[in-house]
Nanobody, 124 residues
């Protein structure tokens, strides 16, 4: 199982970025997929989840601004609009083949596989 993220960069507050995660090594449409982020000195936190059954969940901090989606080519994208300086973090793609309790969807420990991350910096 491999996950490779791309699309990070430096952007001004209020602008948009689109992250992409290319999944390989398994039939990813049967897996739950997610995006997490981690800032220096903070724990890794869940941002958005797209479950295999189509259920989508967002962290309160990004609701209405971020959109997770799967593409036809094994990608899981994260469209980030109206970016804020507090969105600055390393963003990671995650995958899991097992059931995740609803309370654990945005918890790092519930996920099996991880990418290496892509850095997003939002300037004020």
């Amino acid at each position: 199982v491999q996950l490779v993220e791309s699309g990070g960069g430096l952007v001004q507050a209020g602008r948009s970025l689109r992250l992409s995660c290319v999944a390989s090594g398994y039939h990813y449409r049967t897996y739950n997929m997610a995006w997490f982020r981690q800032s220096p000195g903070k724990e890794r936190e869940g941002v958005a989840v797209d479950e295999a059954d189509g259920t989508v969940t967002y962290a309160d901090a990004v609701k209405g601004r971020f959109t997770i989606s799967r593409t036809a080519t094994n990608d899981v994208d994260l469209q980030m609009d109206s970016l804020k300086p507090e969105d600055t973090a390393m963003y990671y793609c995650a995958a899991s083949s097992i059931f995740i309790d609803p309370w654990a969807k945005l918890v790092q420990g519930a996920w099996q596989y991880w990418g290496q991350g892509t850095q997003v910096n939002v300037s004020s």
